[in-house]
């Protein structure tokens, strides 16, 4: 009888003591990502570059970006960019390739929940090559470009843009030596991984 009741006692301590444990949800384990860390986004632009000069070609292409973003719940986001892009023109037996690699920034300005303004600014090297009449030329220099434009928020991992950037790239090669400024429009998406 001494027994049963030591053991009735010590299974109602127990179940006690269980019943007033609170249950306590895990919190963000180590390597998730939270909204105010700094998250990838991967984004495609098609772009069509008015030259600056008349004589000068225009160009068409597209970009694409890798991109590390800050999506915490501010008024200013901040967006480094690696880029890379593609750009071709033809113009009375000319044809231009050129392919800009450039670091970036952007400077995102919420103006509502959905929508952002932003202000951009990138520089790097263009690597190029001009062909007038079957004679190719290397027509690669320093480039740089800003701009500014609209972010459009779809979904929580999906924007839309639309922007403007003015670009120059300086040729400073023995075939060419040249000032090559463009008006750039670009229309694009990314998304948020």
Same mark, same amino acid.
Not at 20 to 33: F, K, R, S, T
Not at 154 to 164: D, T
């Given at each position: 009888?001494?027994? *049963?009741?030591?053991?009735?006692? *010590?299974?109602?301590?127990?179940?006690?003591?269980?019943?007033?444990?609170?249950?306590?949800?895990?919190?963000?384990?180590?390597?998730?990502?939270?909204?105010?860390?700094?998250?990838?986004?991967?984004?495609?632009e098609g772009l069509y570059g008015i030259a600056d000069e008349s004589a000068e070609m225009d160009t068409y292409g597209a970009r694409l970006r890798l991109s590390l973003y800050s999506d915490g719940a501010t008024d200013l986001r901040h967006q480094f960019s690696i880029n890379l892009a593609g750009m071709w023109g033809s113009e009375d037996g000319a044809d231009l390739f050129m392919m800009p690699v450039t670091a970036g920034y952007?400077?995102?300005? /919420?103006?509502?929940?959905?929508?952002?303004?932003?202000?951009?600014?990138?520089?790097?090297?263009?690597?190029?090559?001009?062909?007038?009449?079957?004679?190719?030329?290397?027509?690669?220099?320093?480039?740089?470009?800003?701009?500014?434009?609209?972010?459009?928020?779809?979904?929580?991992?999906?924007? *839309?843009?639309?922007?403007? /950037?003015?670009g120059r790239t300086y040729f400073d090669t023995s075939e060419v030596d040249d000032i090559y400024g463009q008006h750039i429009i670009s229309v694009g998406i990314g998304c948020q991984f």
């Open positions: 009888m001494k027994k *049963l009741l030591s053991i009735a006692t *010590l299974l109602a301590a127990l179940s006690g003591a269980a019943s007033a444990a609170p249950y306590v949800l895990p919190g963000n384990m180590p390597g998730n990502l939270t909204p105010y860390d700094i998250q990838p986004v991967y984004s495609v952007d400077l995102n300005m /919420e103006l509502s929940d959905s929508v952002m303004f932003y202000i951009s600014a990138k520089a790097g090297y263009c690597f190029g090559d001009l062909d007038v009449g079957g004679d190719s030329a290397d027509a690669s220099g320093f480039t740089y470009s800003v701009g500014a434009g609209l972010k459009f928020q779809c979904s929580e991992s999906i924007y *839309l843009n639309v922007g403007y /950037e003015f």
